[in-house]
């Protein structure tokens, strides 16, 4: 089994695979569009500007190897930009288009609040789901971000959190699953949270198995 962190270029990338490490998962770090192809799950961390971190995954050839991923249902899992590029508009200095997987768009936190929104701050969810498994609900994660997602189908929204404004912070639909928060920078809860994506990636890798020996 192989999980892909995606190197675009990211800031946070290393604090990501350190994280990833400590639990023990089987990581790769690549730009390399064809190992997307041979993935067991991808990660796509990421700070920034959502216009940079496009462009970047345009130069390398990564956005039609991400988009057959997910469209192959492997387990992808966003983290911070990593979840603002799946929407289809980010208004982050000016108008972008981003990866066109979750209809809506990405917009700036309030003008009344303190931009970045940087810090601990609960995270409610709507229904159980394995990303979350043996974490309560309303459990703080760690924030640094200035525009949050607002998907157009409240179905994609798996949590919430307030900040000036009550924000998408968890996005999940079959296997496409993504955080506004920093799980790396989280504790131990985000440790568990990582854990339970290599988990969803396991199961699914023996589903395949399964499927392909019947």
Known sequence: MAIVVV??????????????????APVVVSHNPVLLEQADGVIVPGVGA????????????LVPALLSAIQRRIPFLGICMGLQVLL?????GGEHRCLGVVPGIVRQLPSDVTVPHMGWNEVWLHRPHPLFAGIPNGTDFYFVHSFYAEPQDPTWVLG???????????????NVMATQFHPEKSGSWGLQ??????????????????????
């Open 50 to 61: 959502a216009a940079d971190t496009m462009r970047q995954l345009q130069a390398l050839g």
């Open 160 to 174: 919430e959190t307030d900040y000036g404004v009550r924000f998408a912070s968890v996005l999940a639909r079959d």
């Open 7 to 24: 190197d675009y270029g990211a800031g946070n990338l290393a604090s990501v695979v350190n994280a990833l490490k400590r639990i023990g």
């Open 193 to 214: 949270l990582l854990a339970n994506f290599v988990r969803i990636v396991e199961r699914a890798q023996h589903n395949a198995a399964m499927e392909a020996s019947t």
């Open 88 to 92: 289809e508009v980010s208004y982050e």
